[in-house]
């Protein structure tokens, strides 16, 4: 695939009151979420960092995100989201999975979100993306928001996510693996739903994003199993996503709130 052109980027995302403060492309870094974060004292709000190959890539709980030269769209937005109370910031997560959906909509393809953070897509609803969010302890505070979107084609040793979770790119379910437009079509999404977000004091519902999230989650009416940070697991029906973006799991009849876990589709497995 062709490199990225990061005048082009910015002529499209920063220039001429574009929605970002400044946007970067560098040839290669371990990890653009720890760039940014490393940085979180002195960029300016909305910062982009794109990278044409990551070699240390991290997902959720630290696993590794294969990140292979010229493949993918590598992303991190460092943001201050003045008025927004700290406790709400967690929330970033699924406010870039709405702009996922929108950007692959844009792309034309079909599209679903695995709470918390996994774009699925095609008619496998295989993983094509994931997100991390990292707060910075700054003051105020940052958020660093990366995306990882798999656009070309994968090499064969790309493992599966959590729970067994296949992966696949935006090429192999027959869509454009054209970087720049991907790349151009999620900031521009982002930078929308993000502004709503901000706009609401970070209220997902105030905004409307909590609805949008809530219409395109696919792990909503599934049965699953929710692997959590201490090594247990509870499984039941996903019933709801609450208005601070945890999950609610009915269990047995009681219904559990999970702020953060792995979420294994058990229909997708039987």
Not at 107 to 124: E, F, R
Not at 185 to 190: G, I, K, S, V, Y
């Amino acid at each position: 695939m062709a490199a990225l052109d990061a005048d082009a980027l910015r002529a499209a995302l920063v220039d001429h009151d574009g929605p970002y403060a400044a946007l970067d492309v560098v040839p290669t870094t371990g990890s653009t979420n720890a760039d940014l974060m490393a940085r979180a004292g002195e960029a300016a709000d909305r910062t982009v960092l794109i990278a044409e190959e990551q070699t240390d890539g991290r997902g959720r709980r630290g696993r590794e995100w294969v990140s292979p030269p010229e493949s993918g769209l590598y992303v991190s937005v460092l943001l201050r989201p003045d008025g927004v109370p700290t406790p709400k910031l967690g929330a970033l997560s699924l406010v870039a999975g709405v702009a996922l959906i929108r950007m692959a909509r844009h792309m034309g393809v079909m599209a679903a979100l695995k709470w918390p953070n996994d774009l699925l897509i095609g008619a496998s609803m295989a993983k094509a993306a994931g997100i991390l969010a990292e707060v910075a302890a700054t003051e105020p505070p940052a958020v660093v928001v990366g995306v990882g979107v798999n656009v070309g084609r994968l090499p064969r040793e790309v493992p599966p996510g959590a729970g067994g979770l296949p992966a696949t790119s935006f090429q192999q379910e027959g869509a454009t693996a054209d970087r720049a437009e991907v790349a151009v079509a999620l900031l521009r999404c982002f930078a929308e739903v993000e502004r709503s977000w901000r706009g609401a004091g970070g209220d997902l519902a105030t905004s409307g994003l909590l609805a949008e999230y809530r219409a395109n989650c696919a792990t909503l009416g599934q049965r699953v199993r929710v692997e959590l940070p201490q090594d247990s697991a509870r499984q039941g029906l996903a019933v709801e996503v609450d208005g601070d973006g945890q999950l609610v799991v009915d269990v047995d009849g009681t219904a559990r709130t999970i702020s953060a876990g792995d979420v294994v589709h058990l229909r997708a497995l039987a």
